[in-house]
């Protein structure tokens, strides 16, 4: 445990990229067939696993790969190449004779939608051309009965072996895809007691997964077990290890091969990783195969049954993630108690059938808490791998900006310094007014949550139409080549794939396909491909993966209406803690298992850090847009804001949202205020928009509430890992925005920086310590404007000395700046107006520098004050503070 523990500290999100070509291979068995019958092979490996020589075809690694920038497929075959690299591994001419095919394996890699080949051809030798092969370093004679005992890097070498000793004539060919996971037959190794096929479909539908959520695991378990179709622990011991599984890797390895055999089958791989995705339900037959994993893992001597030992780790485990302390007393008392529940207290071994007995009856519990990955599934291969379609995408955006020249950057952003700026200070000689005719531009099996389950159970949406939606839609910035960004306005519109139906009070009450419509005759021509076009949404996970023409993407917004979906499963659960029953006063959480709602709300953080991590530093957002301050824990104003400003969702609302930092600490739910946000922005990554305020930091949480929050509701374990699971998704924030090319967005106030707002980008992503790590960052969520009341001689002669800043006294940290700071930043940055929270206002808001500095304050009665709360609206050129009612 502690291991683990240490192991979920350290991981880190591996680099977004798009996925990796997989080049065909062709492998090649040199051998002797003897006359008593044994096969002599010639194959590379002296210490480590023996491999069969083998190039990949198309490659570019240095030392293992065919070159082909001369090789074309009109001059030269698939056996000339095998003859050559036959040659090469013994050291000979190429082999005369022809070479026996004995296997092809074709595999379909989702991630870049092809097949990649996977060819082994056979050389026998003489007894004369085998005396002359020499053995050079890595290389080695070895027999058939040498090479059953020996570390081989696949047992499928073995097998190929034997089908020589055998004299098996004719290629054996197979294929591999995504389709097999559905179709059941040989290809599924069920679980006793369960139909082959229906047990791995159940479990896939668990955790909401849809077609795409398996194929972006096929398409992993593609690349860890390449050019093979079993994966071996070396394979796949990094992803147990990001997975959270550090100290207990042959352990979840151990379990996951079923069969015993040292290697994962693709059933094998993709069963064991989704019923260890914390969104995979623990009832039902989905719960009876995480309790077998769970036994396999703590049987470790491998004999079927469970010891006492094993039992006192299985206890031992499921305190520690309850956040239990067990005294030795209490520790012993519950390993008895276990044991006699078990049925075992006279034979001192659990079988697995009383284990599953003890569980299925509700007799043990906590075993929901065990063999859960740290993070979610989809979300963390995301990260590491892409989305399956990025090449396509990549290929559409290069294909638009051929067809519409390159995209509209913001101008103003490159200005000289000496560029005049609109101002509406009339004492201003220098700072002409604005005009007033601007046109725009282009511009338990229960899904629910109440004192009744004791447990919430969430399904979880497929994160890669988040992810999707940034690398393509998003209102965020595209940065080019040239350092320039791509405008908002100069993206095409597309038609929404979807129609919503809405009740008078805004709740969405069913979704339908604009394609099913066009078939059904009620909307007469869409521009949809009927024939490729996605099935409805409630069957696409039911579908063979084999089906590889399926556009997904044209449905993956109806996942913004997905009641199953990770993100509105929790703003439902918040729903529940909204309001008031019989059993619970409202702004309570009643009789909800905390533990679970702690678990899915790191899962909920894995998935928003990805997409923070994909956000450029400085966001690039057009009108109209909504922009709120601080809202501190204030969960009650934040509603209210929901029902007056997006009640239908943010994504039938026709704004962008802006939320300008600083969600924790000083009130109530800080955590609720955070799982709201995150997942709104989960679902609409397009349209709500966050930035870090100087409360989204690790030590100002400490002095403050948001730290002792999450220790208090969840418990001292799995608070702290929620704890640092939130700060984790606020060290990837963006820290400031630019709307409509003019209006500055931070927390604090403008920086004092010689560069333009390029400079922003530099800063640092993880910010972990922005106060040690990036000054820049500092200032722009700490820095006020200078009130007359804080003006002394002292800090007149440093305005005066640093160009309009001085030192925040008042904070004691960071800076304050004046009216020559301002105007001067405006203008070098071809701006003309700027909006800040970071300060209580009474009114909600304050105008301030001759109507160019906006401050919103979104928390009202801050700190058991007086205040209101606001918002501001950009929209139609005018910039407009609205007070919410919130009492």
Known sequence: MEEREAGRAKKKCPANSFPVMLPDVISVLVYLQEADGGVQVLIYGDE???????????????????????????????????????????????????????????????????????????????????????????????????????????????????????????????????????????????????AEGQTMEELLRSPGYREQDIELIFGAFVRYSYPYITACFADVNQLLI???????????????????????????????????????????????????????????????????????RLVRDVATYQGQDLTTGVFKERTKAAMEVFSASESKAVSLESFLCAIGTLQFRGTSLLFRASTAIIPHLVCKYGLISARRKSQQRDSLSKSQGSPRSLK???????????????????????????????????????????????????????????????????????????????????????????????????????????RAGEVSDTGFDVEESPIPLDKAAMVSASRTARHFDRYLSVDAFNTKSLPNELVSALRF???????????????????????YIISLCAGIRAIFESEPRMLVLSSPCYILGDLHGNYRDLICFEKALWRIGPHLTPSNFLFLGDYVDRGEFGIEVVTYLFAQKLQAPTKFFMLRGN????????????????????????????WEAVNNAFDHMPLAAVIDEQIFCIHGGIPNIEGGLSELEKIPCPLRNPEVESDLAWQVMWNDPIAPEDITDTVVEQLSQNHGFAHNAKRNTACVFNRTAFVSFLQKNGLTHVVRAHEVKQSGFEIQQGGQLMTVFSSSHYCGGSNEAACILLDNRRIRAIRIDTS
Request: net charge negative; hydrophobic share 35%.
């Open 48 to 194: 480590g696993p023996l491999r069969l020589p083998r190039k990949k075809i198309g490659g570019d690694e240095e030392g293992d790969t065919i070159t082909t920038t001369t090789i074309k497929a009109r001059d030269t075959s698939l056996t000339a190449l095998a003859q050559s690299i036959a040659a090469a591994a013994a050291g000979l001419p190429p082999p005369p004779r022809l070479p026996q095919l004995l296997q092809v394996t074709k595999v379909f890699d989702p991630l870049t939608a092809r097949h990649y080949q996977h060819y082994v051809f056979a050389f026998p030798l003489d007894a004369v051309a085998w005396s002359k092969v020499e053995v050079g370093p890595g290389l080695q004679k070895t027999s058939l009965e040498k090479l059953r005992t020996s570390s081989v890097e696949r047992r499928e070498v073995v097998g190929l072996v034997e089908r020589i000793a055998c004299r098996v004539p004719g290629a054996q060919l197979r294929e591999v895809s995504p389709g097999m996971l559905w179709q059941g037959g040989d290809t599924t190794q069920a679980h006793e007691g369960a």
């Open 242 to 312: 990001d997975l959270g599984w550090l100290g207990m890797e042959r352990d979840i390895f151990r379990a996951l091969d079923r069969q015993q055999t040292g290697e994962l089958s693709l059933e094998d791989f993709v069963q064991g990783i989704v019923a260890m995705d914390p969104m995979t339900a623990h009832g039902k037959r989905p719960g009876e195969i995480r309790s077998r994993y769970i036994f396999k893992v703590y049987d470790r001597d491998n004999d079927n049954v469970l010891k006492e030992e094993d039992v006192q």
């Open 412 to 518: 103003r952003l490159r200005k000289d310094a000496s560029s005049p700026v609109p101002s509406t200070n009339n004492t201003t000689n220098d700072s002409p007014k604005p005009e007033n005719n601007h046109t725009a531009e282009d511009g338990n099996g229960d899904k629910r949550v109440d004192g009744s389950v004791g447990i919430m159970e969430v399904d979880q949406a497929p994160m890669e139409a988040h992810m999707q939606s940034l690398s393509s839609n998003s209102q965020a910035s595209i940065p080019l080549s040239d350092g320039a960004f791509q405008s908002p306005a100069s993206r095409p519109y597309t038609l929404a794939q979807h129609t919503v139906k809405v009740r008078r009070s805004g709740q969405i009450i069913d979704t339908q396909l604009l394609l099913d419509m066009e």
């Open 577 to 599: 803690f909204e309001h008031g029953r019989k059993d619970k006063p409202p702004l309570d959480w009643g009789e909800v298992d905390l533990v679970k709602l702690g678990q």
């Open 695 to 722: 409360h989204e930091v690790r030590d100002i949480q400490k002095v403050f509430t948001f730290h002792r929050q999450c220790l208090s509701k969840f418990g001292e374990s799995l608070g702290q890992s929620v």
